[in-house]
């Protein structure tokens, strides 16, 4: 089967830089998605990771390591918007190359 | 570009009425189309999926059901709802063709709470 595993709540303050884990074991692997939901509203696209290594967006970085299944999401000059739940997300081989399978998400607090 | 659409935004239900959710996708054409549940503090649960008209997969044996009667429209129903099944409903599209092949792209949800 499937297990994706997340920090269930994490808290930051402004500004700061906060690295959000995420280690997965599934059957055969094929990309890794970070996506961010705000209480109440539908999830929204954040990153992908297929190849080992860094991927850099703005303010948002994300990482993966395969051969560990492994991933964090690194999150700097945090924003009082940035107060989400942070999803990840695996596109396993064995469940088909349409579906993923969804952690139950990080929920993250900036504070002043 | 493509939008995709679910009503109700709301739905207040007794315990034993019926459902129907709405989803309809525009902008693109044989889409994979996805139910997922949410309840309170929890991870989204994929409930259905299709890969065309009339080809459904259930993935949580449940009083729920779904059905795919035109290629962009994807309906989720129940006979009769339970208490259990109060939750945010969401449904979500993709395709091979998008850049990021079958990234999944969420609709606004509908938010069930059966009394």
């Known amino acids: 089967g499937q297990n994706i595993d997340q920090p269930t709540e994490m808290t930051a303050t402004e500004g700061a830089i906060v690295q959000i884990n995420c280690t997965y074991q599934t059957s055969g692997f094929n990309g890794l998605f970070w996506y961010q939901q705000h209480a109440g509203e539908a999830p929204t696209f954040l990153s992908y990771n297929v190849l080992d290594g860094l991927e850099e967006k703005g303010r948002f970085s994300s990482f993966l390591s395969r051969s560990k299944g492994y991933s964090y999401l690194l999150l700097k000059e945090l924003q009082m918007k940035d107060s989400a739940s942070y999803l990840c997300?695996?596109?396993?081989?064995?469940?088909?190359?349409?579906?993923?399978?969804f952690g139950t998400g990080t929920r993250l607090l900036v504070s002043p | 570009s493509q939008t995709i659409h679910q009503w109700p935004a709301t739905l207040v239900q007794p315990v034993g009425s019926p459902l129907s959710l709405e989803c309809t996708v525009e902008g693109t054409s044989n889409p994979n189309l996805y139910w997922y549940r949410q309840a309170a503090g929890r991870g989204l649960q994929l409930l259905f999926y299709?890969?065309?008209?009339?080809?459904i997969s259930s993935e949580v044996p449940q009083n729920l059901s779904a059905s795919r009667p035109q290629d962009r429209q994807f309906i989720l129903s129940s006979k009769k709802l339970l208490l259990s099944d109060s939750g945010f409903y969401l449904c979500a599209w993709s395709s091979l063709r998008t850049p990021r092949a079958y990234e999944q792209y969420f609709g606004p949800g509908t938010r069930l709470t059966v009394t």
């Open positions: 997300a695996v596109r396993a081989l064995n469940t088909g190359f349409q579906k993923l399978v």
């Open positions: 299709s890969v065309g008209i009339g080809q």
